[in-house]
């Protein structure tokens, strides 16, 4: 039962950074515009980084 | 865990959460000019790339950027730079433009309550699948120590989850409450709540049955039917709000120093205003200078155009045809006769707030009886046992299996799914009830002008005329901009005529064309002016030297699908009946055209409403299908509204569905789709119930174990989601 201590931990922590990140992005506005975005990344223009 | 998942608040919070603020802030100081224009035809990463390169590359831009989904582009440039002068850089690359007005579009700027929604969601979501993954564990037989370990464990995750999603359903229940009144969130709220307390109480005293998984899954599902709800409108909204946003209103002011371009809110009585041809009148007034012809058709259902000239009373809303007007105003903004008439709308009692939606009907028969049943077993349980814990623990479980989560769904995930279907065809609907009431419908009503007709006019008569009349008409025509003149020309062309030579031709406004051929004067336009005689029907009349005058007949060409729309709708059993503010000849003639039984002329816009009202008194569900400023009255009275994107505004804002196309064949779509949107509700409502009747007995014998009651909960869920999703 002892690898429980490890685990709960683990599985919440991993789970928790998931959410922060969903987070990150709804903050960020990167659903405004999805399908945009699925198109964006076929084109060689914003591969160093999102034109702002 | 909470306090990580509200946003900061920033220094100034209007100003990370809303660019609207931002724009406003930016018109005070115009250091930069944000414009956003439409592009109805892009759909590819290369058109996104092109038309980002070309504005990019157009002096002042400073930065561009294309939202696809919404087929929208956003400008960063100089002060001085407009939206006139980039809409033919864009047009230049290839695609069409159209510039937005950014003040009626700020409200979807940033969706902050769908964020807010979708926030709750991914906590809630969270949550409920840590504390599901610890429930299994116990369900599959954790005793002892590690039963009340992964409880606790469980209940540090659900608190503060559940105090934070649960929000929006606490915040309505006390609303209702307050107002001594039951909603569907009350039962919600008393279900989750009780859950809580139960299991906190029971992980306390070491007991076996704990329901944090049910209370965190419950508002997980709740939440999903919300934001499902949300996104459906908000997409409704921010397109009626673009439509909107096309009508840019501005007005050209005369001054002493010659003419500048002002928004029309800042308009004043006394103003003299230039209109061009083709443009609206923003306000009301009388015509200073200038003479012309006014469209009012979609003030009063006219087709025949009216003349104009110095002197006259013109309205908000009339179109001016044929040459420039200059009209001092005499009423702006809101007393102007259109305000006016949108305010009447806004006072006469809707068929949209007659209406219960069947959400709200099945929550007053629900919510009382599930706390009725809820306080029946807790009494009987605690008179037969004398036990507070076991009396409690089992109210909880019939809460909880009696919570509403299948209800929740089961309206908005047909809705989404409806509404999304429709979209695609080019039906945006904007009431959220608005698919419920269309399926009731047993009566259609057409409005003439503009709705069943295209409001272009098409030449009838061609054949009368002889090869030479036809080549000197056509070369009058091409003089003038005249839409009768346009008719006429485009169907010359196709008749493959070319046009005579003509010495100096010169248009009239208000009156016609004038030419010299071999020193005879031609004339082609009004009857009065030509010397033609009388018809009840839309002419243009051609007059070659002393000749006699010779009528051009026109009808209005029908809309798109008109035809087949009638004929579908009444093939479904429906009554259709044609009302129109147009002369009884031409709306006859277009009735027998269409095979519609049922018509009704010369209607102002009382008439049809009362007609309407009375329809409904003899128990019929009429839609209405309008577009002009006369229809209004009739849209709001009428049980469920249509109104094409062409239409005012003011129609519009009255109608509950806006067709987007130009073609009116969705409308006998969309009443097949609300028909089948409706059972599917039903339905749902069938399969949630069958499912309270199997599990409902379990609990109230205390046998609903909290795995009976996720089994129970989830499986409704998923069942009314995917019947649902059979309308896609």
């Not at chain 2, 116990?138 to 503060?160: K, N």
């Not at chain 2, 003349?307 to 044929?322: C, F, H, I, K, R």
């Not at chain 2, 001092?328 to 809707?350: C, K, N, P, Q, W």
């Not at chain 2, 008569?461 to 020309?489: E, M, V």
């Amino acid at each position: 039962m002892n690898i429980l201590t490890y685990l709960i931990p683990i599985s919440l922590v991993l789970g928790g950074a998931g959410l922060l990140f969903f987070v990150f992005t709804i903050r960020s506005n990167q659903y405004d515009d999805p399908e945009g975005d699925a198109r964006r990344i076929l084109s060689g223009e914003y591969d160093d980084k999102p034109k702002q | 865990m909470t306090a990580t998942m509200r946003p900061p608040v920033s220094a100034c919070p209007a100003c990370s959460a809303a660019p609207a603020a931002e724009r406003l802030a930016e018109m005070d100081a115009p250091t930069e000019a944000h414009i956003v224009l439409s592009l109805p035809t892009i759909h590819c990463a290369a058109c996104m790339a092109t038309v980002e390169r070309a504005l990019g590359a157009a002096p002042g831009v400073r930065s561009a950027r294309v939202n696809l989904t919404m087929k929208r582009v956003s400008i960063e440039a100089d002060p001085d730079l407009t939206a006139e002068d980039l809409i033919p850089v864009v047009e230049g690359a290839g695609y069409e433009a159209h510039e937005l007005d950014t003040t009626a579009m700020s409200a979807t700027a940033t969706d902050r309550a769908g964020r807010e929604l979708l926030m709750r969601l991914a906590v809630a979501g969270f949550a409920s699948m840590n504390v599901m993954l610890l429930s299994i564990a116990v369900w599959s037989g954790a005793e002892g120590q590690t039963r009340d370990l992964f409880h606790w464990i469980s209940a540090i995750i659900v608190v503060p989850a559940v105090a934070f999603s649960a929000q929006p359903f606490f915040k309505n229940a006390y609303t209702a409450l307050k107002a001594r009144a039951l909603n569907m969130d009350v039962p919600i709220s008393l279900a989750i709540l009780l859950a809580l307390v139960t299991s906190l109480w029971e992980t306390t005293l070491s007991g076996e049955h704990a329901y944090f998984d049910a209370a965190i899954a419950l508002t997980f599902f709740l939440l999903t039917g919300r934001y499902l709800d949300h996104r459906t409108r908000s997409v409704a909204r921010s397109a009626a709000e673009e439509l909107a946003a096309l009508e840019v209103p501005r007005a050209f002011r005369v001054t002493p120093e010659g003419e500048e371009q002002v928004s029309v809110a800042d308009l004043r009585v006394g103003d003299l205003i230039h209109v061009r041809p083709g443009g609206r009148m923003p306000v009301d007034g009388v015509i200073a200078e200038g003479t012309s012809e006014l469209d009012r058709s979609l003030l009063t259902g006219e087709t025949l155009p009216v003349y104009a000239a110095p002197g006259q009373d013109v309205s908000a809303g009339e179109v001016n045809l044929t040459g420039p007007l200059t009209i001092r105003a005499t009423a702006v903004g809101r007393d102007t006769s259109l305000h006016r008439m949108a305010d009447l709308v806004a006072v006469a009692e809707s068929g949209r707030s007659r209406y219960t939606s069947l959400a709200d009907r099945a929550a007053k028969l629900y919510a009382p009886g599930v706390h009725i049943l809820s306080a029946l077993s807790f009494v009987g349980w605690f008179l037969y046992s004398g036990d507070l814990r076991v009396a409690l623990n089992i109210a909880a479980a019939v809460l909880i299996i009696t919570c509403p989560c299948a209800l929740g769904l089961a309206v908005p995930a047909v809705t989404t799914a409806a509404s999304g279907r429709l979209f695609k065809k080019g039906l945006l609907i904007k009431d959220s009830t608005a698919l419920e009431r269309l399926a009731q419908v047993d009566t259609v009503v057409f409005d003439k002008t503009g709705t069943l007709t295209a409001g272009t006019p098409e030449l009838t008569n061609l054949g009368d005329f002889t090869r030479r009349d036809l080549q000197i008409a056509l070369a009058l025509a091409l003089g003038s901009a005249h839409p009768l003149s346009r008719a006429l020309t485009s169907a010359a062309q196709d008749a493959g005529i070319t046009p005579e030579q003509l010495e100096d031709i010169r248009e009239i406004p208000g009156h016609g064309t004038e030419a010299l051929w071999r020193g005879q004067t031609v004339r082609l336009g009004r009857s009065a002016w030509v010397g033609g005689g009388q018809t009840d029907q839309t002419a243009a009349w051609l007059r070659i030297g002393d000749g006699p005058a010779q009528a051009f007949t026109f009808t209005d060409r029908l809309r798109d699908g008109a035809e087949a729309t009638v004929k579908a709708l009444q093939e479904a059993g429906l009554d259709v009946i044609l009302m129109s503010g147009d002369t009884t000849a031409t709306v006859e003639s277009l009735a027998h055209r269409l095979g519609i039984q049922h018509w009704l002329a010369e209607a102002l816009p009382q008439d049809k409403a009362a007609r309407i009202q009375a329809l409904s008194n003899d128990g019929a569900h009429v839609l209405m299908v309008g577009d002009g400023l006369n229809d209004t009255a009739a849209l709001t009275a009428a049980h469920a509204s249509i109104s094409p994107a062409s239409a005012l505004d003011a129609a519009r804002v009255a109608s509950d569905i806006v067709l987007l196309g130009s073609t009116l064949a969705p409308i006998p779509d969309a009443v097949q789709t609300a028909r089948k949107a409706t059972r599917r509700i039903k339905e749902n409502f069938t399969i949630a119930t069958w499912y309270n009747i199997i599990a409902v007995p379990l609990a109230v014998a205390g046998l609903c174990s909290p795995l009976i009651a996720a089994l129970a909960m989830s499986a409704s869920s998923i069942t009314v989601s995917l019947n649902a999703l059979r309308l896609r």
